[in-house]
């Protein structure tokens, strides 16, 4: 058995809710785990994990757009408690603890600790499809590309290898790096989805505007969440965020229509449920998330949506459905079984991997 620490991103609930997967396979299989991360991801392991609480990248939004300079002013400004959390992490786990392997979810400590104290290193996010993976790239959307492999590789310095989770399957650019389905909560892959009469809204800023269009469709019933309150106005229902009742909503719906994060994308397409993605600008992984949706013919991706955008999507619901009844809607076992192979006999495969890296 291996001694492991996870480090989790704690921006969103994505990585969180994955690295619960993750951890509850590799403590059922008697690793010992240690876990870092912050503020969200914090708060939703600590009740069951042994977690240490660090400090973390923020991405700060205005208006469905990424802001760089309210991001760099509050990642400076808490530049000095990280030094102090990175300090404590170095003493307070690795010392005490002296981990076998380390494994991170986008979460930049560990990783780093991982090379200073010449730890395998084991990066399991979607992120590093940016960095290992070919995909399609439109030329306006370039040098975002590599803007983002850039922050791809500072955050996650080195990894030996890369268990890599996508909808779309391109060719990897090494032989560390495995592409796997994504990693799906036991939540959603319990629920057996049907076809109701309604379409799921999840947008997290204010989308009034998105929301006002559907006075032109006034037979669709939209249930919407992230607005926090719960009200019915006419044929839209808003609810107050329920997990329980999120996931009916989800696998019950017609159609999706949220921002293009990864984690609700692709529990969406696990239920087959057809997509218009709305990507947060400035933010190339959204706007990626996007394109392949529409590219795989999964759903639609609009910046900028209208009354004819939306009535194009509604009217194309059959042909998204069409192209989502060949998507392997799987379970984890894939991966969980790499993960087994890489972390046997105290982590030796990995700490192979580790030896070839450097060799």
């Known amino acids: 058995m291996a001694k492991i620490v ?18 509850n396979h590799l403590q059922g299989q008697g690793h010992e785990c240690r876990v870092v991360s912050y503020d969200r991801g914090y708060a939703n392991l600590k009740d069951d994990f042994e977690v240490f609480e660090t400090e973390g990248l923020h991405i700060q939004s205005v208006e469905n757009q990424v802001s760089v300079t309210r991001t760099f002013v509050d990642n400076i400004a808490r530049l000095s ?9 170095r003493h307070e786990v690795f010392k005490a603890f002296r981990p076998d392997v380390v494994i991170t979810d986008f979460e930049p400590m560990a990783a780093y600790l991982a090379n200073h104290y010449e730890l395998p290193l084991i990066s399991i996010d979607n992120q590093h499809r940016m960095r290992y993976m070919t995909y399609p790239c439109p030329d306006e ?25 996508t909808f779309y399957f391109g060719e990897v650019t090494n032989d560390r790096t495995f592409l796997f389905p994504p990693i799906l909560r036991s939540a959603i892959t319990d629920v057996r989805p049907t076809t109701q009469d309604h379409i799921v809204v ?54 999706v229509i949220a921002t293009a994060g990864f984690t609700l994308m692709t529990e969406a397409l696990h239920y087959g449920k057809p997509y218009l993605a709305l990507p947060m600008g400035g933010q190339f992984e959204q706007e990626l998330n996007g394109l392949l949706l ?15 955008t939306i009535g194009d999507f509604l009217y194309r619901l059959p042909e998204y459905r069409d192209c989502l009844a060949t998507y392997a809607a799987g379970d984890n076992s894939a991966i969980t079984g790499k993960l087994d192979e890489l972390l046997a006999g105290g982590g030796a495969l990995a700490r192979d991997f580790y030896d070839r890296r450097r060799a």
């Open 6 to 23: 996870y480090g989790v991103s704690g921006e969103g609930s994505g990585h969180s809710s994955r690295a619960r997967e993750m951890l």
């Open 81 to 89: 408690d990280g030094l102090s959390r990175l300090r404590a992490l």
């Open 141 to 165: 959307l370039r040098q975002s590309a590599m803007v983002t492999e850039t922050v791809i590789r500072l955050m996650v310095p080195r990894p030996d290898v890369s268990l890599v989770t």
């Open 202 to 255: 999840y947008l997290t800023q204010s989308f009034d505007a998105v929301l006002d269009l559907f006075s032109e469709f006034p037979r669709e019933r939209l249930i919407v969440y992230g607005h926090d309150k719960a009200m019915d106005l006419g044929n839209v229902s808003f609810r107050q965020f329920d997990a329980e009742g999120f996931i009916a909503d989800l696998a019950g719906c017609k159609a």
């Open 294 to 308: 529409a590219g795989c013919g999964y759903g639609k991706n609009v910046h900028d949506p209208d009354v004819a």
